[in-house]
C-alpha cells in the first residue's frame, strides 16, 4: 500500500504566462510525485470552478492534505470521493476544481509508478472500459483564431486529422502538412503574418473563415487527412443562420468531417438540429456543451444533440469523473475526443489519459510550441 504523506502546492507559469497550479505529492516512502494543471480560456459557462492559484495552493495545503494524509493512492474512487465530499458543492466552487484535480492526477500518477506500469497503461485498468486496443486519431490544431488568436477569424480552431491510428504515422503526416502550410501561409500573406497562436497553429491575419480551409486543403495535398474544426461558437457574436450557412458551405466545399461546439453552450436545439442534418458525415461535438458532465451528456443524448464529446478532466475535477464521462460516452455511442487545454504545462498527463480510456481521438494542438510538443513526443513514446 502507498500512502500520501505531504503535498507542497506551488505556482508555476502556463504557456500564457498566467499562473497556474503545480503540486509535489510525497509518498511514504519519500517518492515525489509532481503534477500541474492545465487552464482553458474558451471555457463553458457549466464547468467545474476553478479557483484562483494562492487560494488552491491555501485549500490543498490548510484542508485538503490533513483530509487526504495517509490515504492509500491506489484507491482512486475513495480518494476522488473523499475530495468531492470534502468540497461539498456541485461545481468543486469551494476547494476549486484545479486544487481537487492535481491530487486526483498526482494519485494516478503515483500508483502507476508504484505499479511499475506506463501510466496509460494504469489509466487502462482503473477505467476498465471495453477500449479497442488501436490508439486515438490526433486531431492537430493548425491554424488558430477566435479567442486563441490576435486575428479576426471567428473560429477558434481549424484541425487537420490523419486517417490513421498509428501514432507514428499520424505524427509524420501532421509534421509534413503543418510545415507546407507554413510555407504556404509565407508565400501568401508574409512571415509576420503567420506568426503562431496559443495552440502553436498558425494565426494568419484573415477575416474571411473558410480562407484557412482552402490553405489547409492545399497543404494537405496527397495526404490522408480529415478536416474539421471547433467553432467554440459560445464566443461568436453571429447569429444562427449565418453560422448554418458557413457550416453549409464547410461540408459541401470541404468536406468537414468533425465540427466541434457549432452554436452556443446552451442551444441544444440547434446541435440538434446539426446533427440530423449533417451527423452521418460529421462528428458533431459537444465540448461547452457538455463540459465533461454526465448530466449535461444526459440531455445532449435524450435531444440527440451530438455524436461525439470532448473529454477534458479539468473540466470536471476527478479522475474519477473524467473516467466516468468516457463510459458514459461509449453506453450512448458518441466519439470521444479527449483534449488538452489552451493554457497548457509542459505536463503531458492528457496524452496517457487519452491512450488509457481508449480515446478515438485526442486533441493536442500543433506540433510546436512547448507545452503541445510535450503531448506529442509522449504519444511518441507510448508508440
Ligand atoms: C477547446 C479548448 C482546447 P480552451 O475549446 O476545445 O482546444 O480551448 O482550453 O481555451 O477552452
Ligand atoms: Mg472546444
Known amino acids: 500500500m502507498v500512502r500520501i504523506k505531504d503535498i507542497k502546492a506551488s505556482k508555476i507559469l502556463n504557456s500564457r504566462s498566467d499562473w497556474t497550479l503545480s503540486i509535489e505529492m510525497l509518498l511514504g516512502d519519500g517518492t515525489p510525485i509532481r503534477v500541474s494543471v492545465p487552464e482553458g480560456k474558451s471555457s463553458g459557462s457549466h464547468e467545474a470552478a476553478s479557483v484562483g492559484v494562492e487560494e488552491a495552493i491555501n485549500n490543498i495545503e490548510k484542508i485538503i492534505l490533513p483530509a487526504v494524509r495517509g490515504f492509500d493512492v491506489s484507491d ?6 473523499m475530495l468531492i465530499r470534502l468540497d461539498g458543492t456541485p461545481n468543486k466552487s469551494r476547494l476549486g476544481a484545479n486544487a481537487i484535480l492535481a491530487v486526483s492526477m498526482a494519485a494516478v500518477r503515483a500508483s502507476a509508478l508504484k505499479a511499475g506500469v506506463p501510466l496509460w497503461q494504469y489509466i487502462r485498468g482503473i477505467a476498465r472500459l471495453e477500449s479497442p486496443r488501436v490508439r486515438p486519431r490526433i486531431f492537430a490544431n493548425v491554424i488558430n483564431g477566435g479567442l486563441h488568436a490576435g486575428n479576426a477569424l471567428d473560429i477558434q480552431e481549424y484541425l487537420i486529422i490523419p486517417r490513421t491510428h498509428n501514432i507514428r504515422e499520424s505524427v509524420d503526416i501532421i509534421h509534413a502538412v503543418y510545415h507546407k502550410l507554413g510555407t504556404i501561409c509565407n508565400g501568401k500573406y508574409g512571415h509576420s503574418a503567420c506568426l503562431v497562436g496559443d495552440e502553436g497553429g498558425y494565426a494568419p491575419a484573415l477575416d474571411n473563415n473558410l480562407s484557412p480551409l482552402s490553405l489547409i486543403q492545399s497543404a494537405a495535398e496527397g495526404h490522408a487527412v480529415d478536416f474539421g474544426i471547433d467553432a467554440a461558437a459560445s464566443n461568436i457574436t453571429m447569429d444562427k443562420n449565418k ?13 468537414l468531417a468533425y465540427i466541434e461546439d457549432p452554436f452556443q453552450e446552451d442551444d441544444f436545439q440547434s446541435f440538434t438540429e446539426m446533427t440530423a442534418g449533417y451527423g452521418d458525415s460529421a462528428i458533431i461535438t459537444g465540448d461547452d456543451l457538455t463540459v465533461t458532465n454526465v448530466n449535461r451528456m444526459e440531455e445532449a443524448w435524450e435531444r440527440k444533440s451530438v455524436n461525439g464529446v ?8 476527478t479522475m474519477t469523473e473524467a473516467i466516468e464521462a468516457v463510459r458514459r460516452a461509449r453506453d450512448y455511442g458518441w466519439s470521444v475526443i479527449v483534449s488538452h487545454r489552451s493554457g497548457e504545462t509542459n505536463d503531458d498527463f492528457i496524452a496517457d ?13 500543433a506540433p510546436s510550441r512547448g507545452e503541445r510538443v510535450a503531448k506529442y513526443n509522449r504519444l511518441l513514446e507510448i508508440g
Open 310 to 317: 470532448i473529454i477534458k478532466p479539468n473540466q470536471v475535477g
Open 353 to 365: 489519459f487519452g491512450v488509457g480510456v481508449g480515446a478515438d481521438g485526442i486533441k493536442i494542438g
Open 243 to 255: 453560422l448554418l450557412d458557413l457550416y453549409r458551405i464547410m461540408v459541401d466545399q470541404f468536406k
Open 76 to 81: 482512486q474512487p475513495g480518494l476522488d470521493r
